[in-house]
């Protein structure tokens, strides 16, 4: 019975076996995330995997499902693996441990839109600095570089505090540009509903029209509350501009509605993934990759590129 | 009445109805039945008795079809026929009444009497649920059963009416006819009103034809019921004589092998000190109760089901508010919990053995020290497991229990055993106070004469018993003296000493001076 | 019959562990290795050993996972605040054992079920959890190196990873208070028959109340070292542990003929589930057929352990 009992669970993981068959190729990359279920880390990936396959590597993928102490785990098996290079999709700062463990092996890191850490050999992402640059110029070019305009930031967060301080320096150095309120939205339930509601305050707070010329949003989502707020007071006719930055879905079709948001900017997710491709290849190719971040351009998105 | 196959009683049938020889069935190696026959003839009550393990169970699930014997000759009326399924079973005629009844409490009295078979249509598919209902009373009224209502669910009923359900239902299933009912231990969980219900309806099914086999430990039962007996004893046939042909003490030399040991008679002895005293005593569902408990001494409380008994016992175990009157201990106020009476050498023996008295999953060791854990840990906390073993080995050689290892899970013991495993638990912290609620129900003759014993050395050793039990006979051997409620009230308090299962029966319906029907 | 319903799933273990030596014969049977292990199960051990506790009793937990997350966020906040570390933990020790008293007085005094009980619960802690935090991840500069340092240490010595040492510290006191005391003695009989166990003196509502007390403290404990081996807190990164750890005590009751727990057991439970991660992620077996096969080998070795009891009948 003892027997039988292991035969049934050796036949159980031989079955891995045949599931695990192209296990032992040229070029063994391993891709850790724990967030495989958001749309953004999918579109990365197709990136990465197309070009790797142009590489010939073996590409592993592993979610960990939110679990931020198996990405550890996970890196810490791939590294005993002996995997060419690790690719991980985290705050670098949260997986220390398995940076560390890779580190000791020779094995590189590569982020993909991780964040910056001396432990990784490079990371690859979108310029935050830059989108924050492009859309608040855009508003400040907009709006002849006179008026009121209101901010939403979210300083808690590093990637979304850095827009705030540059659409900051932007509005400042216009003189006649003057800040009406820098608002810092409840994020609880997405931030769209209390973003409107603060919107729908600053605008009864301001009545005259022309009082309010442009809303800057640090993200999309206080970007369609300012939307929803100006709308719904009647006020969309005053030629008030917002704009936003990341381009998701509801902000292209607001875009694409030609009306108070004209513009946000959209990341290209792909292109990090073909990047950090390419930034394997080359610290696997003995390479030291100077710089710690690398940056793929973004796009302004407005309603005439919207529907590309 | 369906049973109609055999004559009337008085002209005696030339063959018996079912005629079972040669039967033998082993378990892997382990004899159960060994050559034993029985017949059971129209018109009669047979009584099947024996110990725990002696083989009726297993003689019960091979004549229901549900074990296949190794051998075994069936004739019915004569003519050889096959017994190897259940559906052989019901052929043949033969309907059962399990100890746990299938009743399903959430239906009606209506739909379990007919449970398994079409019920009445109307417009071929909606249930015809008045002539449904209507068809279960007439089943029930065949008994005499009036005042229930066959749409009340199943569940709400007490035991007594489920058997009676159940056996309307056995009547009602019309494909064969029935022509002979196995009763296993119906009564172990009927009151005496009950039961004396129960054997008005058995009295009519003999007298309409039907044989009846009657699986009972209770002597009195048996006495009073049967026709004919049939005692089995390691699986082998140890007599089988009609009516005439055995009495008490013959019988219980053939279940046990040995003779009855005679109880030691009872000395009248001074009563001990006053263990404890009640005066007033109200609750919920008591009512002023005045009584005292010595040292040394068997109080019986009897009563008709729920007359307040248990409610008494867990008054002394800690449970329960006290509404009026005061209720002192030698040893202090009344204990709060369970937990403080078992501390304050009170021990209990609960009524519901698998509900509240044994862990099925846990050994026969953890189930006696549970309650002495404390005293017999070390310093810290930390269990003993020596001590523990030791301890439940003293009380199991004491109460002669059968078992094979003393970890082995008490499930797995007979029924009769289980219960000596709670008596162990109870004995073991040499109690000053007993509480048993109707310690021998369902146990086995041998079973029950270690359990005696072992409740007469407590007493001589000075405790105190408050006893309840289902069985008279049981209550006047063991008690001293007898409380008698009637829904909660105290209506009694008289020696035992002198006193017949007759007479108390009488005190407890109230009809002192008129003859109670035993 | 008996040997493989207590043995058959020690020997899963031993198969699945010679499996990966033969599979990964550089890589797998390695001190390095086996250390990694180690430490990536002690925080799932944690939790499996306080859900024991529980289980004896016949009792759940679902709140367990949340109370982890709770805890390593409520020492990041303290740290925020400028709290020692001591401290912090401390305090975050004592919400676990504040939760595990609600989780008890729910199911023993006011008599809720205990899987409904701790849902409700759970929704409470993890909702406590983002309250607490903002719904943030507290990380970086917050998290302070004394804390997230102990997560990279070893015990002085011996080598041994500081996270698989607290998890054998915890086994060894889950151990002892199970098996070697009255209290684990009567939690048993709780478990066996709880009606009947009151009737035999054992205050079950404390007991219970204790136990569930106990199971709150150890998620607190797991959730902690979560937090320091990520270096930082979010208010969900300890729910994933809970069904994880019910299954480990499920894998590890399939060793004995009651079907009651041990936490012995639960380690083995744990180690299976560990093992399997770790080899299988180093053979490359996708993470999706991996959670296929780990919840086709639970279900196999219960229903192995099922038909062996059944077969004894």
């Known amino acids: ?308 | ?518 | 019959m008996i040997w493989l319903r207590r043995y058959g799933t020690l020997a899963g273990l031993a198969a699945i562990v010679l499996f990966f030596s033969v599979m990964l014969p550089e890589t797998f049977l390695t001190l390095r290795n086996l250390g990694n292990i180690g430490q990536q199960v002690s925080m799932l051990a944690v939790v499996a050993f306080a859900m024991t506790v529980v289980m004896v009793m016949g009792d759940f937990d679902l709140s367990v996972g949340a109370m982890a997350s709770l805890s390593g966020v409520v020492a990041a906040v303290l740290f925020v605040h400028g709290w020692p570390v001591p401290l912090a933990l401390a305090a975050a020790l004592a919400v676990g054992v504040i939760g595990g008293i609600l989780n008890g007085v729910l199911v023993a005094v006011v008599g809720i079920l205990p899987f409904v009980a701790t849902l409700g619960t759970l929704t409470m802690f993890g909702g406590a959890a983002s309250l607490v935090s903002d719904g943030r991840t507290i990380f970086g500069r917050d998290i302070p190196e004394a804390f997230s340092g102990f997560a990279k240490g070893t015990v002085p010595g011996l080598g041994l990873p500081a996270l698989t040492a607290v998890a054998l510290a915890v086994l060894a006191l889950v151990w002892v208070l199970l098996e070697q005391t009255t209290w684990g003695r009567r939690l048993y009989a709780i478990g066996g028959n709880a009606e009947a166990a009151r009737l035999a003196g054992v205050r079950v509502i404390r007991l219970r109340i204790q136990a569930f007390a106990l199971t709150g403290l150890g998620a607190a404990a797991a959730g902690l070292m979560y937090a320091a081996r990520v270096a930082s807190a979010n208010p969900t990164q300890g729910n994933g542990l809970m069904l994880d750890a019910i299954a480990a005590v499920f894998l590890g009751m399939t060793m004995n003929e009651e079907g009651a727990p041990r936490v012995l057991a639960t380690l083995v439970g744990v180690l299976i589930l560990a093992v399997l991660d770790n080899g299988l992620t180093q053979m490359s077996v996708d993470s999706y057929v991996r959670e296929i096969l780990v919840g086709a080998i639970i279900l196999a070795a219960v229903g192995m352990a099922g038909l062996g009891g059944l077969a004894r009948r």
């Open chain 1, 1 to 308: 019975m003892i027997a039988n009992s292991v035969r049934r669970m050796a036949g159980a993981l031989v079955l891995t076996m045949g599931l695990a068959g192209m296990a032992f190729a040229e070029g063994k990359v391993t891709v850790i995330t724990p967030y495989l279920a958001q749309p953004g880390t999918q579109f990365y990936l197709d990136g990465f995997k197309a070009s790797a396959e142009g590489k010939g590597w073996d590409v592993n993928v592993v979610d960990t499902a939110g679990d931020i102490a198996a990405v550890i785990a996970r890196m810490e098996d791939a590294v005993t693996q002996g995997v060419n290079a690790i690719v991980i999709n985290v705050d670098p700062a949260q997986v220390t441990a398995g940076l560390e463990a890779a580190k000791a092996a020779n094995i590189p890191v590569v982020g993909m839109d991780a964040g910056m850490s001396p432990l990784l050999a490079t990371n690859v992402t979108s310029n935050g600095y830059a989108m924050a640059a492009e859309t608040a110029t855009y508003v400040a070019n907009r709006i002849g570089g006179t008026g009121n305009v209101v901010m939403f930031v979210f300083d808690a967060f590093p990637p979304v505090q850095m827009r705030g301080v540059i659409a900051d320096a932007i509005f400042a150095n216009n003189p006649d540009i003057k800040v009406l309120d820098r608002v810092t939205p409840d994020v609880q339930d997405g931030g769209i509903a209390d973003s409107r509601a603060k919107m729908e305050a600053i605008l009864a707070a301001n009545p005259e029209p022309g009082s309010i010329a442009a809303v800057w949003a640090a993200w999309d989502q206080p970007a369609l509350g300012a939307l929803q707020a100006i709308e719904a007071a009647g006020r969309q006719g005053e030629g008030i501009v917002i704009t936003g930055i990341d381009a998701n879905p509801q902000a292209r079709e607001a875009i694409a509605a030609k009306g108070n948001f004209e513009a946000s900017m959209a990341q290209d997710f792909a292109g990090i993934g073909a990047a950090t491709a390419d930034a394997v290849a080359r610290v696997v190719g003995g390479e030291t990759i100077r710089e710690p971040m690398i940056y793929v351009p973004t796009k302004l998105i407005t309603a005439a590129n919207v529907a590309e």
């Open chain 2, 1 to 518: 009445m369906t049973a109609t196959t055999a004559g009337p009683t008085g002209s005696a049938p030339a063959s018996p109805l079912i005629a079972l020889s040669g039967l033998s069935k082993t378990y892997g190696g382990a004899v159960a039945l060994d050559d034993v026959g029985l017949d059971l003839w129209p018109g009669e009550v047979h009584a099947l008795m024996g110990e725990n393990g002696a083989g009726k169970s297993t003689l019960i699930r091979v004549l229901a079809g549900v074990t296949p014997a190794d051998r075994i000759r069936v004739r019915l009326q004569g003519r050889a026929v096959p017994l190897s399924s259940p559906a052989d079973a019901a052929a043949i005629g033969l309907r059962f009444v399990h100890q746990e009844l299938n009743i399903v409490p959430h239906l009606s009295v209506a739909e379990n009497i007919h449970l398994g078979r079409p019920a009445p249509r109307r417009l071929g598919f909606a249930v015809d649920w008045p002539r449904l209902n209507a068809q279960a009373a007439a089943a029930l009224a065949r008994f005499g059963v009036s005042g229930i209502d066959p749409a009340t669910p199943a569940g709400r009923l007490g035991m007594g009416d489920r058997m009676m359900i159940r056996l309307a239902a056995l009547l009602a299933e019309a494909d064969t006819p029935a022509r002979a009912f196995v009763l296993d231990e119906p009564t172990a969980a009927l009151t005496h009103a009950e039961s004396a219900r129960l054997f008005a309806v058995i009295d009519g099914l003999r007298r309409d034809g039907a044989a009846i086999l009657y699986v009972s430990h209770r002597m009195d039962e048996v006495m009073a019921l049967s026709d004919r007996v049939t005692v089995l004893r390691d699986g082998r046939l140890a007599m089988t004589a009609p009516r005439g042909g055995f009495d008490r003490a013959g019988l219980i030399a053939a279940m046990t092998g040995r003779a009855e040991m005679a109880a030691p008679a009872r000395t009248a002895a001074a009563p001990g000190a006053v263990l404890a005293q009640a005066e007033g005593l109200a609750t919920d569902t008591l009512r002023d109760l005045s009584f005292t408990l010595h040292a040394g001494e068997v109080l019986g409380v009897a009563g008709l089901e729920n007359a307040g008994q248990s409610a008494l016992l867990r008054l002394f175990l800690g449970e329960g508010r006290l509404r009026a009157g005061s209720l002192r201990l030698a040893s202090g106020a009344r204990p709060r919990s369970p937990a403080q009476a078992w501390a304050r050498g009170i021990a209990f023996v609960p009524r519901e053995r698998r509900r509240e008295g044994v862990m099925p999953g846990r050994s026969i060791t953890a189930n006696t020290v549970l309650p002495h854990l404390a005293a017999l840990a070390g310093p810290p906390g930390l269990a003993r497991p020596r001590a523990e073993v030791r301890m439940a080995a003293r009380l199991a050689g004491a109460l002669r229990l059968k078992f094979r290892r003393l970890d082995q899970p008490v499930g797995s013991l007979s029924g009769g055993n289980q219960q000596k495993v709670l008596f162990a638990r109870a004995m073991a912290g040499d109690p000053r106070l007993l509480l048993l609620d109707d310690p021998t129900r369902g146990v086995d003759v041998g079973a029950r004469a270690d359990i005696h014993a072992a409740i007469r050395a407590r007493v001589a050793a000075g405790g105190a018993v408050l006893l309840t039990s289902t069985d008279l006979a049981e209550l006047l051997a063991l008690s001293d003296r007898i409380l008698i409620l009637r829904d909660g009230s105290q209506v009694g308090l008289v020696p035992a000493l002198g006193l017949d299962a007759a007479g108390l029966l009488a005190l407890i319906y109230g009809m002192a001076g008129r003859a109670g029907a035993a």
